[in-house]
């Protein structure tokens, strides 16, 4: 079935930057609209940044703007998250999700039907 598998999290110090990389298992989600959430115990899933089929449009959450970005490479059938400047707030599993349909929400868990298994990002202080 279709798969999304993340890689590229681990432990930072506040400040510095990691990549991560989302890529496709057994589909290609090359004109698939895709995001990233991230995830702490007892708290909801939280939209982080997302990005249109085409790539032509970007979304990103407010406590991220000018720190992360968003990026595809059709090409290589991946997604990026570019993370700069990290905070120890960014500390959280982040998850890959995509989906196959069009509509008017980007922001929320149930906009995307296909998830990776998440990666840990640590960010220590």
């Known amino acids: 079935q279709a798969q999304l598998v993340e890689s590229g999290g681990g432990l930072v110090q506040a400040g510095g930057s990691l990549r991560l990389s989302c890529a496709p298992s057994?589909?290609?989600?090359?004109?698939?609209?895709m995001a990233w959430f991230r995830q702490v115990p007892g708290k909801e899933r939280e939209f982080v940044a997302s990005?249109?089929?085409?790539?032509?449009?970007?979304y990103y959450a407010d406590s991220v703007k000018g720190r992360f970005a968003i990026s595809r490479d059709n090409a290589k059938r991946a997604v990026y998250l570019q993370m700069n400047s990290l905070k120890p707030d960014d500390t959280a599993v982040y998850y890959c999700?995509?989906?196959?349909?069009?509509?008017?929400?980007?922001?929320?868990?149930?906009?995307?039907?296909?998830w990776g298994q998440g990666t840990q990002v640590t960010v220590s202080s």
């Open positions: 990005i249109t089929g085409s790539a032509s449009s970007t």
């Open positions: 057994g589909r290609t989600f090359s004109r698939y609209g």
């Open positions: 999700a995509a989906r196959s349909f069009g509509g008017a929400g980007f922001f929320s868990p149930g906009d995307y039907e296909f």
